[in-house]
């Protein structure tokens, strides 16, 4: 999902510059100023999880997560400052899930085996934004492309990784 919203952000904001006529800002300045929302959204994430029950809280952040994607691709609609707000409280909902995950995995994770951990954990997230970034770009064309209808679905397919998640931790084991 961050990988997602990361490599579509810009596309998406490009599409909205159709609609509205361009932002005060470029949409790759645009981007670049949410992402700076990153940092202390991943710092807070990290943090609640040592204050929270983490396995409660991660599943709470990534079901607002996948509610707040599933329904960011309809704002195309609304004027920029909506548009803007919308993709930041996105963005710092997927860093927030992001950091409480990664402390999660270290948390549990036996000191000696924590590298392979991180490793494994940062190979297979990898390979999920690869897949998941052809996919976004495969279902927009599919869908014809520049259309509310398509960012809408592409969208819902990016915060879709997120409901799948909150029902692993759900039914996982403690």
Known sequence: ELFGLRAWLIPFFTFCVALHGPPLWAPATLA????????PA??????????????R???TVML???ATGALF???TLQPWVVIILGATLYHALIMGDSAALTAGLVAVSPPQSRGTAMALYSMAGFAAASAGSFATGALLDAMGGQSLRSWAAAFVLVSASNVLGALVLSRGRR
């Open 32 to 39: 670049a100023i949410i992402a700076l929302v990153g940092m």
């Open 42 to 55: 991943s710092f807070l994430g990290a943090e609640l999880t040592t204050r929270f029950d983490r396995r």
């Open 57 to 59: 809280l991660i599943i």
């Open 64 to 66: 607002l997560s996948a």
């Open 73 to 75: 691709g309809w704002i």
